[in-house]
């Protein structure tokens, strides 16, 4: 009996890692594809590059063209690290600070639901958490991360999201962000004029 149960617990271990594995893999293909097509965007579409540093500067973040660089090239070069799986808590930092900069500059005020006026947060707070739960889980066992032996995951996996995405966009913001200020409303008319 002991047998056939150490046996079921060695069966049910390969089935759980490989679910990590797949789910490590899923996340990560998610997670890069979605910040290479922001990257690009950023850079190439709509407003190009000037656009997206003339609205990073109706933001406050200042300069505009050095931020939009940041941003873009940040979303590209951590797509891409996450879909190869290589660097996997460095890339999910990426991931997780460009997000937290998003969430604080542009969405935290206008409510959680993404479909409210001026874009809530729901979509950056998923991408945020996203990428920490990456950061902890691993990229799992198809990764580049795997075949060098650079296996960072867990608490530690977690630690270097904390302090390179949050941390650093913080820092980012601490130094570079002055909102701007709201408009006073003009005065109200003198009813006795």
Known sequence: MTATLLAASSVNQIYNARGVDIAGLLLR???????????????????????????????????????????????????VLLIVGLLNPLAAAGVVGVMVVAWITNHRTNGFFIFRPGEGYEYVANLTFAGLALAALGPGRWSIDRFIKFHVAGWRGLAVAVVFGIGGALLLLAIFWRPNKPKADAPAADPAS
């Open 29 to 79: 293909l998610a997670l890069g594809v979605t910040m290479i097509a922001h990257g690009y965007n950023h850079i190439w579409g709509g407003g190009k590059i000037e656009g997206t540093a003339g609205w990073f500067e109706s933001l406050g973040l200042r300069p505009g063209k050095l931020h939009a660089w940041l941003a873009s090239l940040t979303e590209l070069g951590a797509g």
